[in-house]
């Protein structure tokens, strides 16, 4: 498996993502650049990132322009042959503004810029991740939560350190605790959290190693 990493006027993690998956995975990384279209170098046993940042400012509404770029047309008709893409992010906010997956990304329910460790689990142990977002509350309405619930699509939800879905667990007021979802197919994945700044142990925190490993992407 190797990487795509997209990257739009405005992204701030796109290095970040490179030097992990690189050093820290040992995959090949390869940088795209928003204006070109062209991923034939990938098959649908690859995946494409989308990184965090403020692409094009996020002018409008987060990811709401990087949504129309060249590059999101043949990331978006990769995702639709089956291809493996992952937003982290901003680049979860462009997954749901493209349509790739449901629901809306919402100001913190504390109007404030949230950057800080927090802690996310699937199944079992809780993961120390950080995040760092203004717009990270994941919403949508119940018909759609209860189907994501129903076809196992919640990748992680914010929990304690100690794996509780405590009230003051949740960093930004997503509705029940959503940290992370995929589409039907599983090929279509995007968080908040940013399992990249968490994958050496000259930050202290590995636990990120261990999110890519659940996304299926080590």
């Given at each position: 498996?190797?990487?795509?990493?997209?990257?739009f006027p405005?992204?701030?993690?796109?290095?970040?993502m490179?030097?992990?998956?690189?050093?820290?995975?040992?995959?090949e990384?390869?940088?795209l650049w928003?204006?070109d279209?062209?991923?034939?170098a990938?098959?649908t046993?690859?995946?494409?990132?989308?990184?965090?940042?403020?692409?094009?400012g996020?002018?409008?509404r987060c990811g709401?322009?990087?949504?129309?770029s060249?590059?999101?047309?043949?990331?978006?008709?990769?995702a639709?042959?089956?291809?493996?893409?992952l937003?982290v992010c901003n680049g979860?906010?462009i997954?749901?503004?493209s349509?790739?997956?449901?629901?809306?990304?919402?100001?913190?329910a504390?109007?404030?810029?949230?950057c800080?460790?927090?802690f996310i689990?699937?199944?079992?142990?809780?993961l120390?991740i950080?995040?760092?977002?203004?717009?990270?509350?994941?919403?949508?309405?119940?018909?759609v939560?209860d189907d994501l619930a129903?076809?196992?699509?919640?990748?992680?939800k914010?929990?304690?350190?100690?794996g509780?879905f405590?009230g003051?667990?949740?960093p930004?007021g997503?509705?029940?605790?959503?940290?992370g979802i995929?589409?039907?197919?599983g090929?279509?994945?995007?968080?908040?959290?940013?399992?990249e700044?968490?994958?050496?142990?000259?930050?202290?925190?590995i636990d990120?190693?261990?999110?890519?490993?659940?996304?299926?992407?080590?």
């Amino acid at each position: 498996m190797k990487f795509g990493i997209v990257v739009f006027p405005g992204s701030n993690c796109d290095r970040d993502m490179q030097l992990s998956i690189q050093q820290d995975l040992g995959k090949e990384a390869i940088m795209l650049w928003h204006k070109d279209s062209d991923i034939s170098a990938f098959s649908t046993e690859d995946c494409i990132i989308l990184p965090g940042g403020f692409s094009y400012g996020d002018y409008l509404r987060c990811g709401a322009i990087a949504r129309f770029s060249p590059m999101m047309q043949s990331v978006i008709a990769f995702a639709n042959k089956g291809g493996k893409v992952l937003g982290v992010c901003n680049g979860f906010q462009i997954l749901c503004e493209s349509g790739l997956l449901p629901g809306v990304l919402l100001k913190n329910a504390n109007q404030h810029f949230i950057c800080k460790n927090v802690f996310i689990k699937q199944q079992a142990d809780a993961l120390k991740i950080p995040i760092a977002h203004g717009e990270g509350r994941y919403y949508a309405n119940d018909e759609v939560l209860d189907d994501l619930a129903a076809n196992n699509q919640i990748l992680f939800k914010y929990c304690n350190e100690q794996g509780a879905f405590a009230g003051d667990s949740n960093p930004n007021g997503s509705v029940r605790e959503i940290a992370g979802i995929r589409n039907k197919l599983g090929n279509v994945m995007g968080m908040m959290p940013h399992p990249e700044r968490a994958t050496n142990p000259q930050l202290g925190n590995i636990d990120g190693l261990k999110v890519f490993q659940l996304l299926g992407l080590n």
